[in-house]
């Protein structure tokens, strides 16, 4: 029986992803950090012929969502108490 391997970095790089769209606050580090893994991953799987291809674009996929989410929230915490008026 042959068995291939399923390619660390890209369970790594869907963990983060997935970390990166629910944690609020550190979840824009984590996707960055998801981003990076992925690539890696797929780096790797090119050279290995490793299995997890799949993962490793699913883990990229929702480290750009989670970064988009953070840095749209962001930007409305920034909106809503740039429109609130300072009480003297």
Known sequence: MNQTKTNSPAIISLILGIL??????????????????????VKEISQTKEEGRGLATAGLTCSIVGITIQFIGLLNVVIFYSMTPVSS
């Open 20 to 41: 990166s769209i629910l944690v609020p606050i550190i979840g824009v580090a984590l996707g960055v950090i998801g981003v990076i893994f992925s690539r890696k991953a």
